[in-house]
């Protein structure tokens, strides 16, 4: 069946008149009739009945709507996909929450300032989605805190942080819990039995940073970010209090050929330098 047939017959159907039919399609009144009527002879059933204010559909035309639909969307679903595989594919990186500053924030910028042409998507989320969805081909490349070990599947350790006891100097309250992910509460648990409850708690390191500098606390926060507030005094460090490790691991499967991965990984790991 040809396409503007059923163009056609949907216009009619949901216009109510060959007149506005023509009008939606911009063509003639006459061109919809003779497609209407091509249309019926083709199925050898008429599809509507002619009256003084438009036209109304036969029982066949009732029946052959569904069809005439689902022949358009196979249509259009068909040059969206062919389309969408003539345009360039993202480059597709994640990294869970605790992560996304500075890592995936430093990674993206640098891929972006290397390549300005490439088109790049950047997501943050749970450990346990962003690696369904590196398993199930929507992420390229993943930032995680734990190796994640399947077939296909690529894990380099990108470093080691370390985690360090840091409070405001002159107000040390409020405790601020920081989730850092799985292995950092398995280690916490076991230097501090009990004491993971805190007045405050998040998964954003950035914004406890900003409430204690702010508001006094003390936390446990990444070793290079703290650094500087520690050199000028804004913050100290507790020496008597345990660190805690906090490696980065990037995941990626071997058999990802996406043309801009080694490009990625490169300028990924000459962060970690």
């Not at 996304?100 to 042409?117: A, D, G, H, M």
């Not at 805190?198 to 508001?215: K, R, Y």
Request: charged share 15%; with cysteine; aromatic share 10%.
């Amino acid at each position: 069946m040809d396409l503007n047939l059923a163009r056609t017959f949907l216009a009619v159907v949901y216009s109510g008149s060959f007149i506005l039919a023509a009008q939606h399609l911009c063509v003639s009144q006459t061109t919809v009739t003779a497609r209407i009527k091509n249309l019926e002879q083709q199925l050898k059933a008429q599809l509507f009945l002619r009256n003084a204010t438009g036209v109304s559909l036969t029982e066949q035309g009732e029946l052959f709507i569904p069809y005439a639909q689902s022949f358009l969307n196979t249509w259009h679903g068909a040059v969206q996909t062919m389309q969408q595989q003539n345009q360039p594919q993202p480059l597709k990186l994640a990294a869970e929450i605790s992560l996304w500053s500075p890592w995936l924030t430093r990674w993206f910028n640098s891929l972006i300032k290397q390549q300005p042409e490439l088109h790049v998507t950047a997501t943050v989320a749970e450990a346990t989605t962003l690696l369904s969805g590196l398993d199930a081909g929507e992420q390229n490349v993943v930032l995680a805190h734990q190796p994640y070990y399947r077939p296909d599947m690529q894990v380099e350790q990108l470093v080691e942080e370390k985690l360090i006891q840091v409070a405001h100097p002159q107000q040390p309250e409020p405790w601020l819990f920081i989730d850092w992910g799985v292995a950092f509460k398995q280690q916490y648990q076991l230097a501090f039995p009990g004491q993971t409850q805190a007045q405050i708690q998040t998964n954003l390191g950035p914004l406890a940073l900003q409430l204690i500098l702010e508001h006094g606390g003390t936390g446990y926060f990444r070793t290079h970010v703290v650094t500087p507030y520690l050199a000028s005094g804004q913050l100290v460090r507790n020496q008597s209090a345990p660190e805690f490790s906090l490696p980065i691991y990037v995941l990626y499967k071997r058999s990802n050929t996406h043309p801009d991965l080694h490009l990625a990984l490169e300028l990924l790991r000459s962060l970690s330098v």
